[in-house]
């Protein structure tokens, strides 16, 4: 930790296949005792992982591959090819990549924000606790407060009406693409506690003078801030964008309980087409095709993420 | 030392999953039990009391009483009863839907036959033949009624006191109801799609309205969605929501009594299961509130009811089939019925069981007096892949209402492909 | 100087308006959590005017019996995030200091575990449950729980101890440590505040479950809190809705005390570290 705080290593690669490998040694020349160590330690992670996450998924896309629930009979590509025709769906998508802009950019950047901002005042942790409490407060009563919040007349337009902006009230939760912007706000409101614990965490290992000069002083103090702070949080970036794709991609709960995708399933993600088709239609061919695809979108950008954020260290 | 610490944690982690495995494979004859009471899975949570009551009552009769256990999430509860019932890892009692629902169920073969059941309970009057089709799949009868609810209107005494309003007994008299109330700065109807499936209410009642006899046919495939009927249903409803005469279509239904009571709005069109929601709100029936039909809108037409009575199902890999099977039959016997309808401050499914609720009571006569055609209501009265893509057509609707027209092509499109669907399916 | 102070007051306004939104809907929860269930219109209220939110608490606690339930929780959550960072621990630290082959690989087939949602599992895993009697049976669900908890732990942990310098390892290991004492008396310790951060994510988001917690128990013994809170809403709500928003700010209040417990953690090793 004290090492770490000022070494230039700190803000080494964090890719996976950068590790550190003890100096000299190869890959081929991992001695057998030590990779038996190395299985004996991955051995329970990677075997609960597969057994209870990634056989089942196995499953559920092998299914894709067939009909719905009637006749099951091989349908090879159908069901990929009747997803692309459906307009709903390719909304779907749509909704799902402004869930993925959404929340890089909000809660991401807000969490960043408001991570470096507030750790450098002692009543900062204060302001801090205001954001981060939402994130423990439960799924239904998040979706009482949207309610609260969204609703036609809701506490938003009451408040806009107030301030004399009529201009700008609008039905939140009823058109497209407010819903969508409204579920993304309402998970910002969620989750941006999640990135400044995290941010936090990173900021350990970076020198509090340096943060405080960052937060304080006009351009000199933001050049200092983006060439010398923000690349030792790159490790923790790393960390919180991963996961806010992730998250953002599979967002699902809040979307259900705040409009169940409606109206007209004009804020549906993929994730709950997903669970519509196969849960609600019972047409589990159809529900695994779009897992299938979400999937690939998912693992696909975590991947390129990780893969483009080794080629800028280097 | 610290290298033994740890082998000793990972030791006792590694010993203790293995033992909990074990342990948990090695119950596997826990499936049917001789004796104790019969286990009974719903999808609510606040009726657990109700049924462990009427459990007390039915072991008086066949010796085994209830014990419910229940998913708080109906989306959830769907997908483990269609899953559960599959393996013997389901229940002896499971309470499902009727109409199209019931027989989508009883199509997989894994639904016991209650027809012997049935009839016992008919012939001693325990139940109305009427609502027999509700409950068959390929002349089988497969559920048993849970409840009876009727779709009425529930309206606000007082802000009807304080406009000088009677509960209308016409169409006209309906709209002219709405149209005061709305001068008055008070929300007429209640409408909402927030939970989606409610976006059906306003429809199936202005479809109603005008001809009970086409939804029958609806029902059956054998009318079409974009039927005159159904655009009139949808052009009434728009005047409606143009008018102002609907709360906004993000209302949510667990607020309507909240919303009723704060003098908000005047009327609420849903099933008299409803009622134990009002009293709950601090309403009493009677006093802060009442209930009307839905008038006819066409002179001659019939006058009718929307109905909805849940119903019980024993799978065939229920642990204690036989006696599961043996309890329903028990199920409509008077001592039972009186505690559960108590319970439920809803009508019985007995029509040999009066209501104890003043406002349920007087439901009951209006219905025994004008004898309305009994309609089983949208949500069980097609097959479930074509409510749910109406419902979700009817909520576009509720938003940008000048989408009739497309609306009812695109139901009538999806309904097409469904009851071919459904055709394929029930062979 | 001057300079210094504008962009000290500038940084500050903008953190407490940040906070102020924040704190907005939060207030609008408590706000109508303690409106009585009588004064109730449907719609949120900016200043309630009675106060019921002792009322509303016992209300929904008798409704929906949450004493169990919340004992189930809090088991999951301690046991299951516990368990979980645990292996995740070990499972990073094999990818990170240990000379093994294929990291990217073990990487991503553990990693990929947080990526796909969790719908897919659910009827795969239900049916797998009931086949092997791990249905309805807290062993069954904290399997399933610990599983979920490991990839975003084991994210977390791997992408601290990257920052670590490899020399802490290479100097050990010349002096001859073995790799279960170089993980436990150097690594663990140093990895701690990533392993709280990671713990306390995990914690919430098994206290907060509600998918699995119906979908793959069903007896009340079992069902964490979540499920329990859950009865309380829905078509046939057994209490007001005031009492339900009351009984949900009740139920989130272990994870806003691990919050503020974990906040005090923070500063504490952020002074004890720098």
Redesign the interface.
């Known amino acids: 930790m004290t090492l770490s705080a000022r070494t230039p290593r700190a803000t080494r690669d964090p890719r996976p296949e950068a590790r550190s490998r003890p100096a000299g040694e190869r890959p081929s020349t991992v001695t057998l005792p030590d990779r038996l160590s190395g299985a004996a330690f991955l051995f329970l992670g990677v075997g609960l992982v597969a057994i209870v996450l990634l056989v089942p998924f196995a499953i559920t896309v092998y299914r894709g591959f067939f009909g719905d629930g009637v006749d099951s009979e091989f349908a090879g590509l159908d069901n990929y090819v009747e997803m692309f025709r459906d307009p709903i769906l390719v909304r779907s998508l749509i909704n799902t990549l402004i869930w993925v802009v959404g929340s890089l950019v909000l809660p991401v950047g807000l969490g960043l924000a408001i991570a470096v901002m507030t750790s450098a005042t002692r009543w900062g942790r204060w302001a801090r606790l205001a954001v981060v409490l939402p994130y423990a407060i439960s799924g239904s009563a998040v979706a009482v407060v949207g309610a609260f919040m969204l609703q036609t007349d809701g506490a938003v337009n009451q408040l806009l009406h107030a301030l004399g902006l009529d201009a700008l009230t609008t039905q939140w939760l009823l058109n497209w693409p407010q819903n969508t912007i409204s579920a993304i706000l309402l998970s910002t409101w969620q989750g941006t506690g999640v990135a400044v614990v995290l941010f936090l965490v990173g900021l350990q290992t970076v020198p509090p003078e340096t943060i405080e000069a960052a937060a304080l002083d006009g351009a000199d103090g933001w050049k200092r801030f983006r060439y010398i702070t923000l690349p030792q949080l790159r490790a923790v970036t790393v960390v919180v964008v991963g996961i806010t794709l992730a998250n953002a991609l599979r967002a699902f709960d809040l979307i259900w309980v705040l409009t169940q995708g409606g109206p007209a399933r004009s804020s549906e993600t993929l994730a709950l087409s997903m669970y519509r088709e196969t849960f609600l239609l019972q047409d589990a061919g159809q529900g695994s095709a779009i897992a299938v695809v979400l999937t690939i979108v998912v693992v696909g950008s975590s991947w390129t993420y990780l893969r483009s954020n080794l080629r800028g260290t280097r | 030392m ?2 033994t ?3 000793r ?1 990972a030791g006792l ?2 010993a203790t ?1 293995l033992a ?2 074990a342990a ?2 090695g ?2 004859g ?1 499936s049917g039990t001789e004796t104790g009471p019969l286990s009974l ?1 719903s ?5 657990e009391k109700g049924f462990t009551d009427a459990g007390t009552a039915l072991q008086k009769i066949t010796g085994r009483g209830i014990k419910p ?8 509860y ?3 009863v ?3 019932i599959t ?3 389901t229940n002896d009692l499971v309470k499902w839907w009727s109409g199209y629902k019931l027989q989508d169920l009883a199509s997989t073969g894994l639904l016991s036959d209650l027809t012997d059941v049935w009839n016992a309970a008919e012939q001693k009057g325990w139940l109305d033949p009427a609502l027999k089709p509700n409950y068959t799949f390929n002349d089988r009868v497969y559920g048993l009624p849970m409840y009876q609810s009727y779709w009425v209107v529930f309206y606000s005494k007082p802000l009807f006191a304080k406009y000088d309003i009677e509960p209308p007994t016409t169409f006209a008299d309906f709209e002219r109801t709405a149209a005061t109330l709305k001068q008055n700065d008070v929300t007429p109807l209640w409408t909402g ?4 499936w409610t976006s059906f209410i306003p429809y199936q009642a202005l479809v109603a309205a005008q001809s009970p006899d086409y939804y029958t046919k609806l029902t059956q495939n054998q009318a079409a969605w974009t039927d005159p009927v159904s655009q009139n249903a949808l052009n009434t409803w728009k005047d409606w929501i143009d008018k102002g005469w609907t709360t ?9 009594p ?2 009723m ?2 003098g ?1 709005v005047a009327m609420l069109p849903i099933g008299t ?1 409803q009622n ?2 009002l009293k ?3 309403l009493t029936p009677g006093e802060d509130y009442g209930a009307f039909f839905m008038p006819t809108s066409v002179a001659g037409a019939p006058k009718s009811t929307f109905v909805e009575g849940g119903a019980w199902t024993v799978p065939t890999n229920a642990p204690n089939r036989d006696d599961a099977v043996k309890a329903l039959g028990s199920w409509l016997d008077p001592s039972v019925q009186s505690v559960w309808s108590d319970f439920m401050a809803d009508s019985s499914a007995n029509p040999t069981v009066p209501s104890t609720d003043p406002l349920i009571k007087q439901i009951q006569a209006k219905v025994a007096q004008d004898k309305p055609v009994l309609l089983n209501r949208f949500y069980e009265a097609f097959p ?2 074509l409510v ?1 893509a109406a419902t ?2 009817l ?2 609707f ?2 940008h209402q000048d989408t009739g027209p497309k609306v009812l092509d695109s139901i009538q499109k999806t309904s097409e492909t469904e009851w071919a ?1 459904w055709k ?2 029930t062979g | 100087m001057r300079n210094l102070s504008a962009g000290r007051m500038v940084r500050n306004v903008v953190v407490v308006v940040l906070a102020l939104i924040w704190l907005l809907p939060t207030y609008l929860l408590i706000a109508n959590a303690s409106v009585s269930n009588d004064t109730y219109s449907g719609t949120a209220k900016w200043f309630p005017d009675s106060f019921g939110l002792w009322d509303n608490i016992t209300a929904g606690w008798r409704a929906a019996d949450f004493t169990d339930a919340a004992r189930n929780s809090l088991l999951y959550a301690v046991g299951c995030a516990a368990v979980a960072v645990l292996i995740a621990t070990l499972a990073a630290f094999a990818l990170v200091v240990m000379p093994i082959r294929h990291k990217t690989l073990w990487f991503w087939l553990i990693y990929c575990g947080t990526l796909l949602p969790l719908q897919v599992f659910a009827r795969p895993l239900f049916l797998a449950a009931s086949t092997t009697n791990l249905y309805d049976t807290r062993l069954g669900l904290s399997i399933v729980y610990v599983a979920i908890c490991i990839p975003f732990a084991m994210f977390v942990v791997r992408n601290f101890l990257t920052t670590l310098p490899p020399e802490i390892t290479e100097s050990a290991r010349i002096d001859g440590a073995g790799w279960f004492r170089l993980f436990w008396s150097i690594h663990v310790p140093l990895a701690c505040p990533a392993m709280a951060a990671a713990f306390v994510f995990q914690f919430v988001y098994v206290w907060n479950e509600l998918f699995f917690g119906i979908t793959l128990t069903l007896s009340p013994e079992v069902q964490p809190v979540m499920a329990a809170l859950a009865s309380l809403q829905g078509n046939f709500s057994a209490v007001g809705q005031p009492a339900v928003l009351a009984a949900a700010l009740v139920v989130s209040l272990p994870t806003v005390v691990l919050f503020f417990g974990f906040q005090r953690f923070f500063v504490t090793s952020l002074k004890s570290n720098i």
Request: net charge neutral; with cysteine; glycine share 4%.
């Open positions: 610290q290298i610490r740890l082998h944690t982690l590694l999953l909990g495995v948990a494979c119950d596997s826990s899975y999808d609510n949570p606040t009726w256990v229940s998913v708080p999430s109906t989306s959830d769907e997908q483990v269609r899953t559960s393996t013997r890892k799609q927030s939970d989606t906004p279509a993000d209302s949510r239904l667990a607020d309507a909240a919303m009571k704060s908000k299961w134990s929601n709950l709100a601090g479930s892949k749910l979700t057509e909520s576009g509720m938003v669907d394929k399916q």
